[in-house]
Every structure is written in structure tokens, then in C-alpha cells.
């Protein structure tokens, strides 16, 4: 699949199949996630991901309920996390600039945008969810407390074809000068 394809056809998919994912696929996406740039190449994100049935139910069980139904037959839930106080920080520990962690959740926006995009080259969908309880997932599983939970990301076989949301234009989003 072209990039231009992916790009245009990744949707946020909110309808899963219950047929499982390959293991060779999810390891895919995740070396695409490594890919990515990050801040003097501190690669903060970590990716934690659930397939085992019992770990699915517990951790869909964290989610609010609206989510919960979104992914509900997803057979895979990668938890994004990043460490905190790295990317974007001098070695004494002092932030490089106003942004501070910003750069490490930019680094793991740009990292996840390659693991969906590499998703959907194989024919899988996902969803991006940020709402959900970051405690509750870091205490289920044992997540470090340097870390921070970013997303949950449902992947699976779409069970829907959703239409693009209305998108802004060239115009909206940037001035050329
Ligand atoms: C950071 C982030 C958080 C999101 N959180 C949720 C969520 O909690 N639940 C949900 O159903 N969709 C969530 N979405 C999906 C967006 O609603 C979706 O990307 C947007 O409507 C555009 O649709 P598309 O992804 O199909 O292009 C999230 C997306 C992003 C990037």
C-alpha cells in the first residue's frame, strides 16, 4: 500500500472483528513506531501490548464505557506510555525549553502515527483513545512510575467502513510566507 493510500484511508475504527492478530503484524507496527524521530533520539515511548484474553477484559474493564464498546471485540490493546523528564531535558534534569514532557508526548504522537499507518498497511484498523483512567491502567500493568500513560489503541479487523470526518484545508491550517 502506497503511503498516500494509508494516509487516506486509515479512519478511526470504532467496530472490530473478532478474529485475532497476528503476532508478525503487531511486531511490525511496533518496529515502524521505532522508526519515528524523538528528541536527540531519546526514544521515550513504551508500548505495552495486550492480546492474552484475560489481560483484554481487565484493562477494557478500566476503560469508560463508551470506549469499552468501541473496542470491545478488539483482540489487541496497545497501551502507549512515555518517560517522563528526557526528551526535551538537558542531562542535569532541566527542561531545554517551555515545553518540557510536550517533547516526549510529540515524540509518542509521531511514533503511534507510524505504528497506525503500519497497521493499516497490513489491513488492520485501529483506534487512538485518550480517554481513559491512566491510574487504574498503570496499576494493572505495572507500569513504572517514571512513566506516563499516553493512549490505549485498539487494533483489530475492522468490522465497519467509516467515512472520513470533515477535514480543514490547506488554507485553515497553514499561512505561507
Ligand atoms: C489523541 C487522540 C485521542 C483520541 N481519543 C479518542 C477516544 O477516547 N475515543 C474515540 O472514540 N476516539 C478517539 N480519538 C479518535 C478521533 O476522534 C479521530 O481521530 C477523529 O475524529 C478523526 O477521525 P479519523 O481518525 O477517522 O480520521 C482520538 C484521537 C486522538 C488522535
Redesign the pocket.
Known amino acids: 500500500m502506497e503511503l498516500q493510500e494509508a494516509l487516506q484511508k486509515?479512519?478511526?475504527?470504532?467496530s472490530y472483528q473478532k478474529q485475532k492478530v497476528e503476532e508478525e503484524k503487531i511486531k511490525k507496527m511496533l518496529e515502524a513506531a521505532i522508526l519515528a524521530p524523538s528528541w536527540k533520539n531519546s526514544q521515550v515511548t513504551r508500548y505495552y501490548v495486550v492480546t492474552g484474553e484475560e489481560m483484554l477484559e481487565k484493562v477494557k474493564e478500566t476503560l469508560?464505557e463508551?470506549?469499552r464498546k468501541?473496542v470491545q471485540d478488539a483482540p489487541v490493546l496497545i497501551v502507549s506510555a512515555i518517560i517522563r523528564d528526557r526528551s526535551g531535558f538537558e542531562r542535569d534534569g532541566t527542561p531545554s525549553n517551555e515545553l518540557g514532557n510536550g517533547w516526549g508526548y510529540y515524540d509518542c504522537?509521531m511514533q503511534s502515527m507510524n505504528l497506525l499507518l503500519a497497521a493499516k498497511e497490513q489491513g488492520l484498523d485501529t483506534?487512538?483513545?485518550?480517554?481513559?483512567d491512566a491510574g487504574k491502567i498503570a496499576e494493572l500493568l505495572e507500569i513504572p512510575k517514571e512513566q506516563s500513560v499516553v493512549?490505549?489503541i485498539g487494533v483489530g479487523y475492522s468490522q465497519a467502513e467509516?467515512a472520513?470526518?470533515k477535514?480543514k484545508t490547506v488554507a485553515d491550517i497553514a499561512r505561507f510566507y
Open positions: 486509515r479512519r478511526s475504527v470504532r469508560p463508551f470506549n468501541n504522537g483506534l487512538v483513545m485518550g480517554i481513559r493512549s490505549v467509516p472520513m470526518p477535514r
